[in-house]
């Protein structure tokens, strides 16, 4: 994948995928890079007006949550003695999300930059981006740039002239989803299982090794350097009210050009669907998951009134996420993607909570029933009921994610699923999607 295209972007302005030298600490430097890192390390901006600009800029998380930055950032004591922690998530395992390992492979020094400054606000000497293990070649673009920006003395001791220290570190995970949950990561960090942690205590008081910790999306970090070069009211008038600036949204599915767009927050579903290339072969929109797989889906017709914002997406009974935009048409059997969706978290699940590694089974097997042609009357009923007795009963979101889909399927497509109860085949002929557009779930 590539980022194909933006609408007025600001984390990919002036970038060129096709450069090979483009990732560069020399390129990055001549689209500006490294200069608000320089503004504040010579004092012209303090720690205190950082975080007032990140407030005022409304920039928020770009993993998921979407919790606002500056104010996550002001969760770390500044009086504590001992050392302190900043841990970049780019632990990207969410299926249809693939923007971070672009970040890190197009932008890397931007990452850099954010994760600096950052330290610096926070009062931290160590700092660790945390890369998933099955993209080893965007851990090892980081490295490289971690080995320039430390000959540019950007990183490392006496930074800049400054006085201020940091060390950043390249860790590459091992593939689990879970590890991307940021307790879970920080287990794995300290060489355990990634296995969540129960909150309280929140990792802003004892995060990695019972230090004070503040984990980051990679994406949120990059755009960092941009919010403070920029200014905070022009971050914010990029985009919408409670929804600032651009954000990089992964694209896949029935569309004609799958990809990273980066557009700004509150655009048109349609405007990002045109730059994708539209739908692939004419096809009619059936559905749209847009924000990763353990957001729930929403019906076609729907999304195409929406804009793309974390506000608009969520009165329409969804969540932005990461921003990966799943596309479906008209040739998708709802029963077998579903079937795909609960397979993927049945597989992940860490298996520390009983609701989530029983309940993941459960769900994964009554739809594969039904996929399979072998439904049985209450069938959906079993797993709405199964789906609520995992919803919020586990310590990580993970079982949360594993349901949603589940119950925004049945509650969009219902009438699919009953069909192939009640008539042991699909609605969508096999014929139709095996001439279709070869959907992932294939």
Known sequence: ?????????????????NDPDGWRCGAYLGRGGYSALRKILSGKISPECVLDDLKKSSLRGRGG???????????????HEGE????????????????DRDLLLLNPHAVIEGMVIGAYVMGMSRAYNY????????????EEALDEARAAGFIGNDILGSGFCVEIFAHRGYGAYIAGEET???????????RPRHKPPFPANAGLYGAPTTINNAETLAAVPFVLNMGPEAFLAAGKPNNAGTKIFSVSGHVA?????????????????????????????????????SSPVIPGDAMMELTMDYDCISRAGSMLGSGAVIVMDETTCMVKALERLSFFYQHES???????REGTRWLRGIVRRIENGEGRTGDLETLEHVAANIAGRTVCALGDAAVMPVQSFLRHFRDEFMYHIDHKTCLVSKETQRTGSGWAWE
């Open 1 to 17: 994948m590539a980022i194909l295209g933006a609408i007025n972007p600001i984390l990919t302005a002036g970038l060129d995928p």
């Open 65 to 79: 949550a979407g919790f606002p930055t500056g104010l996550k950032w002001s969760f770390i004591p500044r009086n």
């Open 84 to 99: 302190k922690y900043l841990v970049c998530n780019s632990d990207e395992g969410e299926p249809g999300t693939f923007k």
């Open 131 to 142: 890369i998933h293990g099955e993209i080893p070649e965007a851990c090892l673009r980081f």
């Open 184 to 194: 879970g990561q920080l287990e794995s960090l300290e060489g355990k299982k990634a």
């Open 257 to 293: 050009k799958p990809g990273n767009y980066e557009i700004p927050l509150g655009t048109p579903f349609r405007a990002l669907l045109d730059l994708a290339g539209g739908m692939r072969g004419g096809r009619a929109l059936k559905a749209c998951i847009p924000g990763g797989s």
């Open 350 to 356: 860490c298996g520390q909570c009983t609701p989530c």
